[in-house]
């Protein structure tokens, strides 16, 4: 008989959810061990997580049950979605391995599962792109469903303006003889639409929730980034949630600030090498600086690179001669801890921009792609003269929101065009 | 011994028995009266918004409707002129005797023997059609067309009064009805109308608006025919509040309120009775008068279909301005009529638990002379190829509006009657009534079906193409305008396309597969999908049933 194996589903923690998943013959019998009892398959209820032998209280979480063959891997699962700290995560995780018979899944062994239960196609097959995506897109649904209502709601009042419009267009094509007059300005509506997708495209994104907001401090060498950065890490208001780590190219610390999670990363990693300043700090960090979402430079402020959320930082202010630096920028001293406080509040300034507001909707990468899509089709749309154009440009906006949501097909179209129109000939 | 026998003589079944022949079947064509053969029962039109594109299309494997629609026309409109060139629709009104004439020529002319007699029953041996049994005896047959619209099992609805019979004055296949029903194909009712007839002596035509025929000299086959009937104008009546008030009052009378009609219309082509309930909003909804022929008085009201009792339509009728001495010869109908669920079919058209046995026309769900011809054309072709072991002809949604016909109604079936529209093909940029020898041509001489005249065309055609001086034709230049928009399609199809390189065996047991719901496999099971492409169109299949399946159909493959 196969285990049961139990994991964290979602990104790493600090986040706002965390999505903890069992699959396997005993997955049941575990989750009702901890959550006490489970709701109906497919259901999602709250729950209160307790260890099995202490009995003490865990988290609060979502809990949902879903049955063999009907799951994501085609054996029973249970899934907690719970709060999103490292501290409830680990908690609950430890609870579960303490339950005989279960184990940490292997990475991808979820998937491997899926796949050998028929339940899933991955890398393996070629070509497979869309069914893929269209699998996560299940998923996403389902999260959607729970955490994101708001959105949803949003998306269907989208489609269904959309569906008008192409009901409006199709009409006018189909029905050359009708005499009703062809709607006003379908082309102008597209483009009244595709502002508005716009407008949604330029908001704050959900993924620096998730993820975490990447800050990146960059300058010329020993002009004192590491030392910032070990300033900042010993801050009473900036909590380290990790050991920092090296990689290849740089190093970064994962911190909360005010709560929201941060990636700081310092470019001190690479090799600084006198002759080769410009070459390195222009080009190599280049890409670090283009990933950042928040840019802390330290070095003059001519040499400041270009980007969108920019702190210029004047750093080693208790140095004598070092004077007060230059206008906008922080003075701060790694060593006193001077001027520390004002840099973090500069940087949960910026960060705060980035990031949905409370009980804002966000869109994640994959939704902001496709309603991409969707303006783009609608703006040339707007440009088009000819209404078969229009038509065009609706039915591959219309196209890329079913790739968001795998709805609405050919049949709702014509549902639309038929209860709203007396049609002629 | 025919090669291939099909029952029913109207646009399908005629449509099916050339193309037979034209593949080198030895065919028989059997019908209740030989005179009645390419009968227009309904609209004297053909052609029109998507469905001028599957008679252009049909035109390409040299099938009949379109140079008998030529042959015949006396009012010529290009639809949608004003818009793109991609849904200009083609259509023609045709004099109802000479389109007859005309048909009855071309099916002469084609090598199919006419057999007047009633089908019984279909003989099947062995789990495969072997002949028919007629009211003149049994004709044996290796392949069968049947093709008999709404004569299957039809009851006609004039107001409180119902009669059994397929079109006004004919009788119903009843016989044959019971045995389908047998076999398990029967599956529901739908119910189409037309508008009383007028006659056009009584018009005042004087105080309607003149609809002229197009000046531009078109044609709807690619074989030009210099033969022209003199062309007409049709005109444009209105109805009014009092017309609405009349039809109102009467609601009770109709068999559509009263309950006595089960099956669904068409929503795009409603009732006079059925607007007015539903648009009350509108004061006036529009009418074609179109005339019937050339000698003949009858005119067509386009637009009031009706099925309430007698005196309602001259009531009606007469309170239309310029129809207030206007004539009813005979009085519109409802028809109610039996189908078969096109889920049954595979993408040939062929029943899949039945070799041998093909099904076009109203018969599987659709409306319109165009789509039923089209369909006729799928069938004939196949049920050819069935019985002389040729190559199955097989139409794409991506080429062609048959395809996306075939398609439609082979995975999603109907619950309506079906009509083409431009809205269902995807690819419609690419679909256009102007390039069907372009879409089509190649298979249509790998199909082998077509006359020396045709095959000279569309060679001519591809040489064309080839040329400096193709950008200056009406296609080249609707190819130069839509391409950017095309390419950014055939990226989008490319992604798709993937998919449907993966086959599903015929005999894969869609309740073995793991991982999928009951829904799930009533749905696959019903519809058959053949590849994974066509399972992504089933209504109601989910991504995670379509990954479950791949994975499936790809072990099986393997295996």
């Known amino acids: 008989m196969a285990d049961t194996i139990f994991a964290l589903s979602s ?28 709701p109906e398959p497919r259901i999602a209820a709250v729950r209160e997580l307790r260890d099995p032998i202490s009995g003490e209280l865990l988290d609060e979480a979502l809990v949902l049950r879903f049955d063999s063959p009907a799951s994501s891997t085609g054996e029973d699962v249970v899934e907690f979605h719970c709060h999103g700290g490292r501290a409830v995560v680990d908690a609950v995780l430890t609870a579960l391995g303490s339950i005989e018979g279960l184990r ?37 649904k389902a999260a959607l469903a729970l955490a994101e209502g708001g959105l949803r709601k949003q998306i269907e009042e989208w489609q269904a303006r959309l569906l ?43 993924e620096p929730l998730k993820d975490g907001v990447r800050v990146v401090i960059a300058g010329p060498p020993n002009v ?17 949630t990790d050991a920092p780590g090296t990689t290849r190219d740089h190093i970064e610390v994962p911190l909360s600030l005010g709560g929201v999670p941060i990636l700081l990363t310092d470019t001190a990693g690479l090799r600084d090498a006198q002759d080769k300043v410009e070459a390195i700090g222009v080009a190599r960090a280049a890409a670090l600086v283009e990933a950042a979402d928040v840019l802390v430079w330290l070095g003059g402020a001519g040499a400041a690179p270009t980007h969108s959320r920019l702190i210029q930082v004047h750093p080693k202010a208790d140095l004598l001669g070092q004077g007060n630096g230059f206008t906008g920028s922080v003075s701060v001293s790694s060593v006193s801890g001077e001027g520390i406080p004002a840099l973090l509040a500069r940087i949960g300034d910026l960060v705060a921009t980035l990031l949905p507001g409370e009980g804002a909707i966000a869109l994640n990468r994959r939704q902001a792609q496709r309603i991409g ?11 088009a003269a000819d209404c078969v154009l229009v038509a065009e440009g609706l039915r591959e906006a219309r196209s890329a929101f079913d790739r968001l949501t795998g709805r609405v097909g050919v049949e709702d179209l014509l549902d639309s065009l038929f209860s709203r129109f007396c049609l002629g000939k | 011994m025919f090669d291939v026998l099909v029952i029913g003589a109207g646009h399908s079944g005629c449509e099916a028995a050339a193309a037979a022949a034209r593949r080198g079947a030895r065919v028989g064509l059997l019908t209740f009266r030989a005179e009645d053969a390419g009968q227009m029962s309904c609209n004297p039109s053909i052609g029109g918004v998507g469905k001028g594109h599957l008679v252009r299309e049909l035109d390409v494997f040299d099938g009949l409707m379109a140079r008998a629609a030529d042959r015949s026309a006396i009012h010529r409109r290009m639809l949608n002129r004003s818009k793109g060139p991609a849904v200009w629709g083609p259509r023609v009104q045709a004099d109802r005797q000479v389109y007859r004439a005309a048909i009855g020529e071309l099916l002469r002319s084609s090598g199919v023997d006419i057999v007047v007699a009633e089908a019984l029953r279909v003989i099947v041996r062995g789990g495969c059609v072997a002949g028919v049994e007629t009211s003149e005896g049994v ?13 299957l099992d039809a009851r006609m609805f004039v107001g409180e009064e119902v009669v059994e019979g397929g079109r006004r004055g004919e009788r119903a296949a009843l016989a044959l009805a019971g045995q389908i029903r047998e076999i398990g194909l029967g599956q529901g009712w739908l119910k189409t109308g037309t508008p009383p007839r007028l006659d056009g002596r009584t018009i005042d035509w004087a105080r309607l608006e003149e609809q002229p025929s197009d000046p531009e000299a078109w044609s709807m086959s690619a074989l030009v025919d210099d033969e022209r009937l003199p062309q007409l104008s049709c005109a444009i009546a209105r109805t009014n509040a009092r017309t609405h008030e009349i039809i109102r009052a009467n609601f009770a009378r109709s068999p559509l309120f009263a309950g006595a009609i089960e099956g669904r219309g068409p929503r795009y082509c409603p009732s006079i009775e059925d607007k007015v309930k539903r648009f009350a909003a509108r004061e006036a909804h529009q009418i074609f008068l179109e005339p019937e022929g050339l000698k003949d008085r009858l005119v067509y009201p386009n637009g009031i279909s009706t099925s309430l009792p007698t005196d309602v339509q001259h009531e009606f009728v007469r309170s239309i301005h310029g129809l207030e001495c206007a004539n009813i010869v005979r009085p519109g109908y409802a028809v109610e009529y039996e189908f078969v669920d096109p889920r049954a079919l595979n993408a040939t058209f062929e029943v899949r638990e039945l070799r041998g046995l093909f099904l076009a026309g109203q ?24 019985a002389l072991e040729l190559d199955e002809v097989r139409f794409d949604r991506r080429t062609s509006y048959a395809g996306v016909m075939v398609d439609d109604l082979t995975l999603q079936g109907v619950s309506e009657p079906y009509r083409m529209m431009t809205a269902r093909a995807e690819f419609r940029l690419s679909l256009r009534a102007d390039n069907a020898t372009t879409r089509l041509g190649e298979a249509a001489l790998r199909a082998d079906c077509v006359s020396e005249p045709r095959r000279r065309q569309i060679g001519r055609h591809f040489e064309l193409r080839s040329s400096h001086a193709w950008a200056e034709t009406e296609e080249g230049q609707a190819d130069a305008l839509y391409s950017p928009y095309v390419e950014r399609q055939q990226r989008e199809w490319q992604v ?53 399946l791949y994975v499936a159909a790809s072990r099986r493959a393997a295996a």
Request: net charge negative.
């Open chain 1, 224 to 240: 004192g980034k590491s030392s910032l950065i070990n300033a900042i890490a010993g801050s009473d208001r900036a909590i380290v």
């Open chain 1, 11 to 38: 990104g790493r923690p600090p986040a706002a959810i965390s999505m903890i998943r069992l699959s396997g013959p005993q997955a049941h019998d575990a989750g009702t061990r901890i959550a006490g009892s489970l």
């Open chain 2, 363 to 386: 018969i599987n769900g659709t409306t319109g002379y165009e789509e039923a011809a089209a369909q006729g054309l799928v069938a004939g072709l196949n049920a050819a190829a069935r």
């Open chain 2, 496 to 548: 798709v396309q993937r998919d449907s390189h993966v086959w599903i065996p015929r005999t894969l047991d869609f309740g073995s597969i793991p991982g999928l719901s009951n829904e799930m496999i009533e749905r696959l099971s019903s519809a058959r999908p053949e590849t994974l492409d066509q399972a992504s169109r089933v209504a109601g299949v989910t991504p995670a049933a379509l990954s479950a």
């Open chain 2, 139 to 151: 004709l044996p047959c290796r392949a069968l067309v049947i093709a008999t619209g709404t004569f």
């Open chain 1, 373 to 383: 899509e969707a303006a783009e089709a609608l703006e040339m749309a707007a440009r």
């Open chain 1, 164 to 206: 008008e419009l192409s009901a409006e267009a199709e009409r006018a094509i189909d029905y050359d003889e009708d005499d009703l007059a062809t709607g006003p300005g379908a082309a102008r509506e597209c483009g009244k639409l595709a502002a508005e997708f716009r407008d949604w495209l330029h908001r704050p994104r959900i």
């Open chain 1, 104 to 140: 940490a899944a292997d990475p991808g062994e979820f998937t491997r599962r899926a796949f050998e239960k028929g339940r899933i196609d991955l890398t393996e097959a070629e070509g497979l792109a869309d069914l893929i995506e269209a699998e996560t897109e299940s998923q996403r």
